[in-house]
């Protein structure tokens, strides 16, 4: 399938450009994302991306919140995919506060993070299939995802939004009926990957439409500063759990997928093998889970971390998402920077979207699996 | 051997008055840039013979002291058996080697993504004439990022081919994570 520009030119043959407005109302851009397409016939011209219509202003608002509130705060982010935003947010406070995490809260952690990073990555598998036309893999993924939220919801009830990691540890613990209901869904898991792919991954017509559509060249995945699975999808191989391991990473054994072309297909496929690569570090975790305290001693419960600044960042299920936190030793962040990792990958939809068809831009969009609570934030 | 110590020698090697950030980033080498002027050079030594292609972050400090109140929507604590609307929690004195002035402190972040290297670029400047170049000559990253700290603070990335607001709504008056920003009513405001 070839999108090149197919502009037929010549005496009386001259095109107006029109104006296309996808968006904000749309589910295909899974929020409300507004993309201004200009078109010359088929073939887009100018692409302007939207966003800001989900902005909260949770920078601002945690200016004036204390700590443990920030941690309800960060939930709202990326929605999806809430552990990590809590680990992220709790990494870069201990970090200002230099606490020692316990063992268990750190397998707990790791557990609950790769977990997140299935659910998620579920998510992205049902919709980009409904983006391109397959129904039916959608529901084969909710109905597994279905599995992980009820665990979550047994461990701290709530589905989505979980503020279950805390500063200094994690809030509830796990008995032996939650891991055995775990490592049950693992099993009941690991078969349902290989019919994703005989549904939808090596599916003749997904291929067609996704294996050269959207590429991103090596080089320009870094210049445009992509991170998480659409990196790996142009063939870097960059993980923050392997280059700066947090919460005992380089202990597990553990591979980072990484595509080939940097097309659509290759953003997919790095996704569903991290949801392989998420199981096997899960099962580790399980399987030599330490005994012991789930809270560092000496957290007070309105902390106030010493004036100083910190850089945390873990690799989120969408791409690095860092914390820039600045304390000025009161019991509220002074500044609180997220570095979104879906508000960087959307920017360069502005410059791949030009000269594809309009048909592609879906496939294009929905490749790069953005949630925009993150990008607004 | 600590392969960011090298970094840092190089950076003030190359640029004569960047020093060493009295407060850094903790963990991480910290550069401070003495004018605006040497952003520039500064970031093509890091691209281009340095190795640092990845521009992970822009963002801004503001530190004119503790957050306007009148910045938030602030209102009553509806519950009958709280005493008095809850207050949200800011100081107003700052802690042991803060001090608060006129200036917003800009903040880039670069990374090699090959040898698992990072850098901290940090950089003064006063609040009421907030201008710097912007990087977006040298990583395509910086595009969004710079609209998103001019739109939230208020700093001009001259250079910036789209300087434009990105998250605020249009009608939306000034600039929200500077700290005496004021929050004014609009139509979103009134319950109906």
Redo the contacts between chains.
């Keep these: 399938m070839s999108t090149d520009e197919m502009i037929v030119t010549g005496p009386g043959l001259e095109m107006d450009t029109m104006f296309v407005n996808l968006g904000p109302q749309h589910p295909s851009t899974h929020g409300v994302l507004r993309l201004g397409l200009t078109l010359a016939g088929e073939v887009i011209t100018k692409a302007f991306p939207d966003?800001?219509y989900l902005?909260r202003?949770t920078?601002?608002?945690m200016?004036?919140?204390?700590y443990a509130q920030c941690v309800v705060l960060t939930d709202r982010w990326d929605y999806c995919s809430a552990m990590t935003n809590n680990l992220a947010f709790c990494l870069a406070a201990e970090?200002?506060m230099a606490v020692p995490v316990p063992p268990r809260a750190q397998a707990l952690r790791v557990v609950m993070c790769e977990l997140n990073r299935i659910a998620s990555h579920l998510i992205f598998l049902g919709t980009y299939g409904i983006d391109i036309g397959a129904f039916t893999p959608f529901l084969y993924a909710f109905r597994e995802r279905e599995m992980i939220l009820d665990l979550y919801e047994a461990l701290c009830g709530a589905r989505l939004t979980y503020n279950y990691i805390r500063l200094g540890g994690v809030a509830a613990d796990v008995d032996a009926d939650w891991t055995s209901k775990c490592r049950e869904f693992l099993e009941f898991f690991k078969p349902r990957i290989d019919e994703y792919d005989t549904l939808l991954s090596f599916n003749p017509i997904f291929l067609a439409r996704t294996k050269e559509v959207g590429l991103v060249s090596k080089e320009?995945a870094?210049?445009?500063?992509l991170s998480g699975p659409n990196l790996r999808g142009s063939g870097?191989s960059?993980d923050v759990r392997k280059?700066?391991p947090y919460c005992g990473y380089e202990a597990y054994d553990f591979n980072v997928p990484v595509g080939a072309h940097g097309s659509c297909w290759d953003r997919y496929f790095c996704r569903v093998q991290e949801m392989r690569q998420s199981v096997r570090l899960v099962e580790q975790a399980l399987a030599k889970l330490p005994t012991g305290e789930l809270m560092a001693k000496g957290v007070p419960k309105?902390p106030k971390p010493?004036?100083?600044?910190?850089?945390a960042h873990v690799e989120a299920s969408r791409g690095?998402l860092?914390i820039?936190l600045?304390?000025?030793?009161?019991?509220?962040p002074?500044?609180l920077?997220v570095?979104a990792p879906c508000?960087?990958n959307?920017?360069?939809l502005q410059?791949i979207l030009v000269g594809k068809k309009v048909a592609d831009v879906i496939a294009v969009l929905g490749s790069f699996d953005i949630v925009l609570g993150e990008v607004?934030? | 051997m600590n392969p960011s110590a090298d970094v840092v020698a190089r950076l003030l090697a190359a640029v004569p008055k960047a020093t060493a950030a009295a407060?850094?980033?903790?963990?991480?080498p910290t550069v401070r840039l003495a004018a605006p002027a040497d952003l520039l050079p500064a970031a093509r030594l890091l691209k281009g013979e340095l190795g640092f292609?990845?521009?992970?972050?822009v963002?801004a400090?503001?530190w004119l002291g503790?957050?306007s109140?009148g910045?938030?929507v602030c209102r009553g604590n509806p519950n009958p058996l709280s005493r008095k609307p809850a207050a949200?929690?800011?100081?107003p004195v700052?802690?042991?080697?803060?001090s608060y002035r006129p200036v917003l402190d800009l903040?880039w972040?670069f990374g090699d993504?090959g040898e698992?290297r990072k850098v901290?670029l940090r950089l003064e400047v006063p609040r009421d004439r907030a201008e710097v170049p912007s990087l977006t000559g040298l990583?395509?990253?910086a595009?969004?990022?710079e609209r998103?700290a001019f739109d939230?603070f208020g700093i001009r990335f001259s250079g910036h081919p789209n300087l434009i607001?990105?998250?605020?709504?249009d009608f939306l008056k000034g600039h929200?994570?500077r700290k005496d920003?004021i929050h004014q009513e609009d139509e979103y405001d009134v319950d109906r």
Aim: glycine residues 10%; hydrophobic residues 40%.
């Design positions: 966003i800001g902005h202003g920078e601002k608002l200016e004036a919140r204390s970090k200002l320009a870094v210049d445009w500063g870097v960059y280059s700066e309105i010493p004036a100083g600044e910190a850089y690095d860092g820039y600045v304390s000025d030793g009161g019991v509220a002074y500044r920077h570095r508000f960087i959307l920017a360069i410059e607004d934030r | 407060a850094p980033v903790k963990d991480y292609t990845y521009l992970e972050m963002t400090v503001d503790p957050v109140l910045g938030f949200p929690p800011v100081s700052p802690g042991p080697g803060i903040l972040s993504l698992n901290f990583f395509s990253a595009d969004w990022q998103e939230l607001k990105i998250l605020t709504p929200p994570l920003y």
